[in-house]
């Protein structure tokens, strides 16, 4: 008798997958665009930072859903095209037709896009925004893509985060509105364990089995794609368990203890990741960036106490959408 998988057959064959944290998304609504963009200043740019798993995804759309805005990605692994469960980007169906930018366009082996790369795809995107006359909405992902396109003195040799404080800018070269989309830490720890196991449920394993190159494992250093968390944790499983392979005995106790250490270090290594974003964030705070903080704790909580939709759908509206777009209207209006 051979083993069955501890993923779906079927989820070998990657398929379009609800993104497992649609849980914030106001409930479908028209848009509501007002007319008072029509005159917006050319140099307007709306940036969403916070933690892995704070929701700012889906307040960008909810943003969107009340002024003409298009979205521009900065998270250095939504920018690759494949592995869309684990990475975890926005599926079409939860877009809302918003028109999206740098998500998903770079060949992931066409090898790494640096800060400067960044800067310069995101800064010609910006301009076709504000052509059509939309605000445009940066959602990061990573701070030092953020911080390289908005400073005025960006110098690709000098990582602003590790170092002197005084090497973070403070002089942008847009008119920038920053919204920090905060979790407590434990709130947050607790809520992105419940994310991997759904994204496991939506076929990350089998996404990560179709991506998996045997040679490629073998070469360092890893480079764009290959770096998200979930390709190396899996790597070690698949090289003893290759996922093309012989079939396995049942009950092998060593392969079912390789996957529960491939999702334990997952866990581990997203908690560790999101530890060094908020000291980032902290570090830009420090450096006098003018972060608006809106708290989504409550929102996350109720999720994790799987709180109807509509309850949950009130707490989000309440604690994060509204705050959000009165400190967006009052900075388009000044």
């Known amino acids: 008798m051979t083993l069955s998988l501890p993923f779906s057959h079927?989820?070998?064959?990657?398929?379009?997958?609800?993104?497992?944290?649609?849980?914030?998304?106001?409930?479908?609504?028209?848009?509501?665009?007002?007319?008072?963009?029509?005159?917006?200043?050319?140099?307007?740019?709306?940036?969403?930072?916070?933690?892995?798993?704070?929701?700012?995804?889906?307040?960008?759309?909810?943003?969107?859903?009340?002024?003409?805005?298009?979205?521009i990605n900065s998270d250095k692994m939504q920018l690759y095209r494949g592995l869309d469960v684990t990475t975890n980007k926005l599926p079409f169906s939860d877009r809302r037709g918003v028109?999206?930018?740098?998500?998903?366009?770079?060949?992931?082996?066409?090898?790494?896009?640096s800060a400067a790369a960044f800067r310069s795809q995101a800064s010609a995107v910006i301009s076709g925004v504000v052509s059509r006359g939309n605000l445009p909405v940066v959602v990061g992902g990573s701070n030092s893509y953020i911080h390289a396109l908005v400073t005025a003195g960006f110098d690709q040799d000098y990582d602003v985060f590790d170092g002197p404080l005084n090497r973070v800018s403070a002089e942008f070269r847009y008119r920038c509105c920053f919204l920090w989309v905060d979790v407590s830490f434990p709130v947050l720890k607790q809520y992105l364990s419940k994310r991997v196991d759904d994204m496991l449920e939506a076929g990350m394993v089998g996404e990560l089995a179709e991506f998996y190159d045997p040679e490629m494992a073998e070469t360092e250093p890893r480079v764009g794609?290959?770096?998200?968390?979930?390709?190396?944790?899996?790597?070690?499983?698949?090289?003893?368990?290759?996922?093309?392979?012989?079939?396995?005995?049942?009950?092998?106790?060593?392969?079912?203890g390789a996957y529960e250490e491939a999702v334990r270090k997952i866990k581990e290594n997203t908690w560790q990741l999101t530890k060094r974003q908020l000291g980032k964030i902290g570090r830009l705070r420090m450096a006098g960036w003018d972060l608006?903080?809106?708290?989504?704790?409550?929102?996350?909580?109720?999720?994790?106490?799987s709180e109807a939709a509509e309850k949950r759908s009130e707490i989000w509206e309440a604690q994060v959408v509204?705050?959000?777009?009165?400190?967006?209207?009052?900075?388009i209006e000044e």
Do not use: C
């Open 99 to 113: 028109p999206h930018h740098l998500l998903g366009d770079f060949d992931p082996l066409a090898g790494e896009v």
């Open 225 to 256: 794609l290959r770096k998200a968390i979930g390709v190396p944790e899996f790597e070690e499983f698949f090289r003893r368990y290759h996922p093309k392979g012989r079939e396995y005995r049942e009950g092998d106790p060593l392969r079912a």
């Open 10 to 71: 079927s989820s070998l064959h990657y398929h379009h997958h609800h993104h497992p944290f649609p849980l914030f998304l106001s409930p479908s609504r028209r848009f509501q665009w007002p007319r008072m963009l029509s005159s917006l200043p050319s140099d307007n740019l709306l940036l969403l930072l916070g933690a892995t798993g704070s929701g700012k995804s889906s307040l960008s759309i909810d943003i969107a859903a009340r002024f003409p805005s298009e979205i």
């Open 322 to 331: 509204e705050p959000s777009v009165k400190i967006v209207k009052r900075f």
């Open 292 to 305: 608006k903080r809106v708290d989504a704790t409550a929102a996350v909580v109720a999720v994790l106490a």
